[in-house]
């Protein structure tokens, strides 16, 4: 495949494919599209005629995909275009309203990420096929619910083969989900620095002593950490491993167990704290809601970024007024509270994710773009950002000016609530410092603002002295309904 | 005739390490579901005997 990216009929080659020669994917007019190398074909149709396909994309545990005979880019493509396409055949997927990573989940999603691989795995297995890969990134979510979207990641079963992706299912998924259980939840950010995955080795030096006590950590982690063949040993003594069905059964009936055992301590954390002990009076809480129903309602989003959600309760109220929501916050307790309240719900278009605002996900791997940053990968027509300014000006030191450009260059419209410094919340956090922001009077803040931004509305939630202001980017000429 | 793309490093140990952990599981396994059978057994008798007792 050509390494040019981009040309005049919008195609744009995905920079996150490159490694697997089954396939690569595209995208085209801002979908996606996977195009299937012919090495790949007998694999594909071995999917589709063992029942595989059909049995996982029903139950939507594997992402839908339609065979594309004539694809529209190709109808007037140029010759050098079409040529880098002759022989692959194209498929279009169900479109996933979001992409996001596994440094960004909590521990639940990777949870059930981790066991939807599993399940697929035994699957695969009675169907006469296996996953040559068992990458986390293969995983994404709709919602709270976790889909398989690499359809290139299923190859023929030989009958004595070990599982090929066994270590990088235990680096991508038993790895960071036995640190966020034995040792601590902001462990999960190491996936972010291992692309492929922890390694076990280290994994195993920063468990505790306790994990031995799991026998599941203690086999698949401990003791497979420790199981290196010498260096020296000649290739051809190791070419021959078999494992028969029933053993590879077995492993994964085990690693499922071992998924299952692992489960977070339940901490109380600051900000899960923070909703039922916040200077919030009833009615201004009612206040609150009515208003950005309110305005919600005669904006109209499709997407809406609520950032700093902290345990989503308007990102509930917002999920009602838009196709999309994707919550986002630092902290792993709120979102893991979150995520569990969303079980319960049955909402099915809010994403919670845990994201620092302050030190959003950058690009990583290959030149820097093999995963991309949060903000390359997509733009929400609406930002909530309640109750954050004051944790973006005074905890982290970010001027309005960056705060208000940042956000104009993200989305539309900004709904955001100011909170003033006799809050309490601002007065704790001035407590034992010096109070260096003198510009953190409202009419500073407005008029910064105003250079990105046209206020829309602004009001004064009662007994609270907080301000809400509806603000749409200048750069948006508009006409509101 | 297919053929495999093995694009991801698998490992040696890790191939070794699955047969000898195929072993340990299944004796991990074995030894908790008989253990959980024998206590899930205790427990429907004891429900049994309440059961009894309550209908009695």
């Excluded at chain 1, 619910?145 to 690499?150: L, V």
């Excluded at chain 1, 359809?151 to 966020?180: D, M, N, V």
């Excluded at chain 1, 996936?191 to 995955?197: A, C, N, P």
Aim: hydrophobic share 35%; with cysteine; net charge positive.
């Amino acid at each position: 495949m050509s390494s040019s990216e981009k040309d005049t009929f919008s195609f744009i080659v995905d920079h996150g494919s490159f490694r697997d020669p089954s396939g690569f994917s595209f995208y085209y007019n801002n979908e996606i599209f996977r195009a299937i190398a012919p090495s790949y074909f007998d694999h594909f149709e071995l999917m589709k005629s063992s029942g595989l396909y059909d049995l996982l994309s029903s139950h939507e545990y594997l992402v839908k995909h339609n065979e594309e005979v004539d694809p529209p880019f190709l109808q007037n493509a140029n010759s050098s275009l079409a040529s880098q396409f002759a022989g692959f055949k194209i498929i279009k997927p169900k479109q996933i309203p979001f992409i996001s990573y596994p440094y960004e989940w909590c521990f639940s999603q990777l949870k059930k990420a981790a066991l939807l691989t599993l399940t697929i795995q035994s699957e695969a297995l009675k169907h006469g096929m296996t996953l040559k890969d068992a990458s986390a990134f293969n995983v994404q979510f709709i919602g709270n619910k976790p889909i398989f979207i690499d359809t290139l990641s299923f190859e023929k079963y030989k009958e004595g083969s070990p599982w090929i992706a066994y270590r990088q299912f235990c680096q991508h998924f038993l790895a960071p989900l036995a640190l966020i259980a034995y040792k601590s939840e902001s462990l999960s950010k190491l996936s972010q620095v291992f692309l492929d995955g922890i390694p076990l080795e280290l994994t195993s030096s920063l468990l505790t002593m306790r994990s031995y006590l799991n026998t599941g950590i203690a086999s698949h982690i401990h003791v497979h950490s420790k199981i290196q063949p010498k260096k020296t040993k000649k290739k051809s003594s190791d070419k021959r491993i078999m494992l028969s069905k029933r053993q590879l059964t077995t492993i994964l009936d085990h690693l499922k167990e071992t998924v299952n055992s692992l489960n977070l301590k339940t901490k109380r954390s600051l900000w899960n704290e923070y909703v039922s002990e916040s200077s919030y009076t009833k009615k201004s809480t009612e206040e609150k809601s009515k208003i950005i129903s309110g305005w919600l309602q005669s904006v109209k989003p499709k997407t809406i970024w609520d950032m700093g959600s902290n345990t989503g309760t308007y990102s509930l109220l917002a999920s009602a007024f838009c196709n999309h929501v994707i919550a986002m916050d630092a902290d792993h307790a709120c979102m893991e509270s979150f995520c569990h309240s969303l079980t319960n719900s049955k909402k099915n278009n809010i994403l919670p994710l845990i994201i620092d605002l302050a030190n959003p996900s950058p690009g990583i791997g290959w030149n820097n773009r093999e995963r991309k940053t949060l903000i390359q990968r997509g733009k929400p027509d609406l930002i909530m950002a309640l109750a954050l300014v004051h944790h973006l000006r005074i905890s982290h030191g970010i001027p309005f000016e960056k705060i208000a450009r940042s956000f104009s260059e993200q989305g539309e419209w900004l709904i955001i609530e100011y909170v003033p410094k006799d809050d309490s919340q601002v007065e704790e956090m001035l407590q034992n410092r010096e109070d260096i922001f003198t510009d953190y009077i409202f009419h500073r803040f407005i008029d910064i603002f105003s250079v990105y931004f046209d206020l829309h509305h602004q009001h004064e939630l009662p007994e609270s002295k907080r301000i809400l202001c509806l603000m749409r980017a200048k750069k948006y000429n508009y006409k509101i309904a | 005739m297919h053929t495999t793309l093995l694009y991801i490093d698998p490992g040696t140990g890790s191939l070794i390490a699955q047969v000898i952990l195929a072993g340990a599981a299944a004796f991990f396994m074995f030894f908790k579901n008989a253990f959980k059978s024998f206590f899930n057994r205790f427990k429907s008798d004891s429900k049994k005997t309440d059961n009894e007792q309550n209908s009695n």
